[in-house]
C-alpha cells in the first residue's frame, strides 16, 4: 500500500516537472505554427543537425563555436550542412540594416578599381574621392589615384591587403584589439568614415544598393527595409545633391531592380540621421522625412536616429520636437543598445515607446524592463534583434546569454536582424538566423521557430502589399521544405 | 491654440514616459522599504559614491571595471569607499557559501606550516597529508615534510608562492588561461582536490570552520548555512571517520564559537555531496542527512547536490528517489549553473521546483523560464544569486549582463551569496554585494536595495530563532546608519 502512495507521488512530480517544462515550450515564439506532414519531415532534418552539433558542445564546450568570438567560427559556419539549409530557406524581410555596412569587405575593395577614384592616406584613416583631376581639397597628406598607388607599391596584393583593413572590424584577435566597448566602436564608426567618399560618389552609391538588393535576393529574403544617413552624393563634376536626391536616387535604382527581378517585393527607407545633435537639426531631420514622403509617398517607411547610444543624444532630448510628427511619420528608434540599466541610453526604450514606435531597433536592454516590455507586447512593438551585431560590438560574449532568449521565451514580437553585416564578413541574413537558431534559442526550439521568425519579418514590415507578400512567402516556404524532404526522402 | 494642443501633448508624453520608469522602479526588489530620515541622509551618501563613480564609468567605458574579468578589478575594489561602507553594512545571512572555499589563498598557505604535514608533488597536482610518519600510500611520485621541502628548496618565499598558486584561480591573465568553461571548472575542482588532504585532518578542518566563523562575524554576517560534502576527516593516528563525525565536528565547533563570540547567531549545515554519482548512492546521501538530522536536529538546514550541472547527475534522474524525502528533508538545491538553454543542467530548475526547494543555488538559466519564474515567485523560493563566482567560472564575462539585473526588476524572491569567495581572493560576502550594487543592479537602485538584500537573507534562511535575528538585524543596522550619517554630518 505505501509502496503505491510512493510510487503514485512519483508520477504526479515526474508528469509536475514535464507538464511545465512542455507549457513553457508551448509559450514560446514559434509555439503557435502547426506543421504540416512535410514540414514534419523537415523538421526531422533541421532537428537532428541542431542536435548533434549542441549536444557535442555540451559535453565538449571548448569545441562549441558559439560560446567564441563571431571572428573565430564565421569561417566554419560556412560549413554547416544546417547554415546551408538556413540560406536557402526563404527568410522573409531584412527590417533592421544599415545601407553601406551590408556588403562584404571584398566586395568594397572590389570598389576601390573603378577609374577616377583617389585615395589620401592618414595616419589612421583613409580618404577616398572621385575626380577628374587631382583633388585640391585639403586632405592632410596627399591625393594620389589609387590606380597609381596599387601598382607603384610594393604589390597590388599587399596594397589591397592594407586597403581591405579599412573595410572591416575582421581581425585574428578579436577580444585583445577589441578590449572595450569604445575600442570596436569607434573602428566601426571609422568604416562609415573612410568609406563616405567611395560610396557617396553617386553612380558608387547605385551600384552599392543595387548589389545590397542582389545579395538580399539571393539570401532569400524578399523585401527590404533599408536604414540611411541620406548622406549628400556627388558626381565627377563636383555636383553635390541633398538628402532627398539620395532618397530619389534609391527609389530610382529599386525601381530598376524590381524590372530586372520581379520576383523581389521591394524595399522602403527608414531615414536614420545621427542621433548627436541638437534639437533644431533633429526638427529639420523630421522635415526631410515629411518631404521625402511628400515626394515619394510609398517609399518612405519611416525615421530613425543612429549612432552609439551611450555617447549621447537621448530620445528623452528630442522627445517634444519628436511628439509633434508622431501621427505623420512612423519610428522605429534604436533603444537600449547598451548594457548599462538605469542611464539615458537604457531609458531611451521608454522614449520609443511613448513615441509610438512602430519597432524598436536592438532593444538589448528591455529584459531589465519588465513594465515595457508588458508595454511593447500590449502594443504589438517588435523588437529587431541583431544577435550578431551586439556580440561584435561588444554588448554580450557568449551568445548563450543574448538577452534574446528570454524575449523569445517570452513569445515577444521579435524579428532576427543582422544590422551591418558586410562589416563583420556575415551574408546579409542567413549568419543572423543560424546563431539564433543554434546559439540562443533553446535547444528544443524548431522549425516552427525559424518559420515564425521569417513570418513575423513580413508580418512587422511596412511593406505595401503586406497579403500578397504573405501569399508568396506561403508559396516558397513550400517549395523550400518539398526540396529538403525530396533531397532526404 | 494649436500651440496649446501640441504643448500638451508634449506634457502626457512626458508624463507617460516618467510614469513608465518610476512604475518600475517602484516594482524593484527593495522598493517596498521605507527609509527613515537618517536612512535618507546615508542613502545620499551611497548614492553620491555609486553615481559618481558610475557616470564616470558611463562617460569612459575603458575605465569601467566591472565590465572587465574579476580579477582584474579585485584589488581596485578595496580602495573604494562605497566598498568599505557595504563592508560595515550588517549584511543578515550567508546562504549559499561552500565550506572549504571561503577563505584565501593566504590563509591556506599558512595552514601549511602546521607540523607533521606532508606533501607530494605530481605533474599538475599536489597531495596534502598530516602524518606522525612519512605515509606510505601510493602518492605518484614522493612524501616530503612541507616542512623539509620548504627550506631545502630555493627559497621559502619562492616555495611558498609555487604552493599557493594550487589554493587560488587568480591569475594574472585570467582571459588567456580560462579560455573555456571546462578549463576554469577542472583548475576550481582541483582546488578541492589539492587541499583535500591538507583541509580534512581533523584539527585543519576544525579551526578552518572556526576561522570561517570568525571571517563572516567580521565581515558583519550574523548567521551562515554552509554547504558541505562532510568528507572523512583523519587524524594523526590513521584514525578515519565518517560524515556523521565531520557534521559533529561543525557543531562542536559552532558551538565553542558562540561561546566565544555570543553575539553570533549561528550555522546551520546544507549536507551537498558529489552529483555525479548513481541513484543508490544518493539513497545512501539521504541516508546520511536523515541521520544528521536525528542527530542534530537544530543543526542540519537541509540537502543539495553539488559539481559542474553540465557535466551530469541531473536531479531527473533522482527524482523518484529524492521526491520519497521531500517531507523529512528541507531540499536546496543547485539549479540552472549552466548558460545552456533546454538540456538536463537547463532543467534541473524544474526539478528543482517540483522538488519543493525551499531555495535554489544560482539558477542563473532562469531567466529564461518564464513559467519558472511565475512558480518561483508564487512558491516564493528564494534564489541564491552568486555574481561573480557565475564572472569567474565563466557563465557570464560582463556583470552587467548577469541575469540577476532582470530578476530584481521583476522583484524576485533574491539573496545575495558568494559561493567560493576564497577561490578568488574576495571577502567573504562584500564583494559579492558591492558587485551587485555597482555592476548589476539598476543606477537607480539604492540602499534600499541593499537592505532588502541583507532582510532577505535572513527571511529565507532556515535560522532557528528568526524574530530574534531580525530584531538584532535592525539594531545593528541602525547603528550603523547612524555611524555613517554622524561621520558625514
Known amino acids: 500500500m505505501l509502496f503505491l502512495v510512493i510510487s503514485g507521488n512519483i508520477d504526479i512530480v515526474v508528469k509536475d516537472r514535464n507538464d511545465l517544462l512542455q507549457k513553457e515550450l508551448d509559450l514560446m515564439l514559434g509555439s503557435d505554427i502547426v506543421l504540416s506532414d512535410s514540414e514534419e519531415k523537415a523538421n526531422e532534418i533541421f532537428m537532428e543537425l541542431k542536435t548533434q552539433e549542441l549536444e557535442y558542445g555540451f559535453r565538449n564546450p571548448q569545441y562549441y563555436n558559439y560560446s567564441k568570438h563571431f571572428f573565430e567560427f564565421n569561417t566554419e559556419i560556412v560549413n554547416s550542412e544546417l547554415f546551408k539549409l538556413i540560406q536557402k530557406m526563404p527568410k522573409g524581410a531584412l527590417l533592421h540594416a544599415h545601407d553601406t555596412g551590408l556588403l562584404k569587405a571584398d566586395y568594397v575593395l572590389n570598389l576601390t578599381y573603378c577609374d577616377y577614384l583617389y585615395v589620401c592616406f592618414q595616419e589612421n584613416n583613409v580618404n577616398f574621392l572621385f575626380s577628374e583631376d587631382r583633388p585640391t581639397t585639403f586632405c592632410g597628406t596627399q591625393w594620389e589615384l589609387v590606380k597609381d598607388k596599387r601598382y607603384s607599391s610594393s604589390g597590388a596584393e599587399k596594397f589591397d591587403n592594407e586597403l581591405k583593413k579599412y573595410f572591416t572590424l575582421v581581425t585574428d584577435n578579436p577580444k585583445e584589439v577589441y578590449n572595450n566597448i569604445n575600442v570596436v566602436w569607434n573602428k566601426f564608426q571609422n568604416y562609415f568614415i573612410n568609406t563616405a567618399g567611395l560610396f557617396s560618389y553617386k553612380p558608387v552609391w547605385e551600384q552599392y544598393f543595387y548589389d545590397t538588393l542582389k545579395a538580399a535576393r539571393d539570401d532569400n529574403i524578399m523585401y527590404l527595409e533599408i536604414r540611411s544617413v541620406l548622406p549628400p552624393l556627388y558626381d565627377l563634376k563636383g555636383n553635390v545633391f541633398d538628402s532627398i536626391a539620395t532618397a530619389e536616387s534609391y527609389k530610382k535604382i529599386l525601381d530598376k531592380f524590381k524590372t530586372d527581378f520581379p520576383d523581389f517585393f521591394g524595399a522602403k527607407l527608414i531615414y536614420a540621421p545621427s542621433r548627436l545633435v541638437n534639437v533644431e537639426v533633429v526638427k529639420n531631420y523630421v522635415e526631410i522625412a515629411k518631404e521625402i514622403r511628400r515626394k515619394m509617398p510609398h517609399f518612405l517607411a519611416g525615421f530613425d536616429l543612429v549612432g552609439q547610444e551611450d555617447l549621447g543624444g537621448p530620445i528623452k532630448d528630442f522627445l517634444a520636437e519628436l511628439i509633434k510628427s508622431s501621427d505623420e511619420i512612423n519610428y522605429f528608434f534604436h533603444a537600449g543598445e547598451t548594457n548599462w540599466y538605469g542611464t539615458s541610453s537604457d531609458e531611451n526604450l521608454a522614449d520609443a515607446i511613448v513615441l509610438g514606435a512602430r519597432r524598436i531597433g536592438h532593444a538589448f536592454a528591455i529584459v531589465k524592463h519588465p513594465l515595457l516590455l508588458e508595454e511593447v507586447?500590449?502594443?504589438?512593438?517588435?523588437?529587431?534583434?541583431?544577435?550578431?551585431?551586439?556580440?561584435?560590438?561588444?554588448?554580450?560574449?557568449?551568445?548563450?546569454?543574448?538577452?534574446?532568449?528570454?524575449?523569445?521565451?517570452?513569445?515577444?514580437?521579435?524579428?532576427?536582424?543582422?544590422?551591418?553585416?558586410?562589416?563583420?564578413?556575415?551574408?546579409?541574413?542567413?549568419?543572423?538566423?543560424?546563431?539564433?537558431?543554434?546559439?540562443?534559442?533553446?535547444?528544443?526550439?524548431?522549425?516552427?521557430?525559424?518559420?515564425?521568425?521569417?513570418?513575423?519579418?513580413?508580418?512587422?514590415?511596412?511593406?505595401?502589399?503586406?497579403?500578397?507578400?504573405?501569399?508568396?512567402?506561403?508559396?516558397?516556404?513550400?517549395?523550400?521544405?518539398?526540396?529538403?524532404?525530396?533531397?532526404?526522402?
Chains 1, 2 share one sequence.
Open 377 to 489: 507586447k500590449k502594443k504589438n512593438i517588435a523588437l529587431e534583434v541583431n544577435v550578431i551585431s551586439n556580440a561584435v560590438l561588444k554588448l554580450v560574449e557568449d551568445v548563450r546569454n543574448h538577452p534574446l532568449a528570454s524575449l523569445l521565451a517570452q513569445n515577444m514580437p521579435v524579428v532576427i536582424s543582422s544590422d551591418d553585416p558586410g562589416v563583420w564578413d556575415a551574408e546579409i541574413l542567413s549568419h543572423d538566423f543560424y546563431v539564433t537558431f543554434m546559439g540562443v534559442a533553446s535547444k528544443h526550439a524548431d522549425l516552427r521557430l525559424l518559420k515564425k521568425l521569417a513570418l513575423n519579418s513580413l508580418f512587422y514590415s511596412e511593406i505595401s502589399n503586406k497579403d500578397k507578400a504573405l501569399h508568396e512567402f506561403d508559396i516558397r516556404w513550400t517549395k523550400f521544405i518539398d526540396s529538403i524532404v525530396k533531397d532526404k526522402w
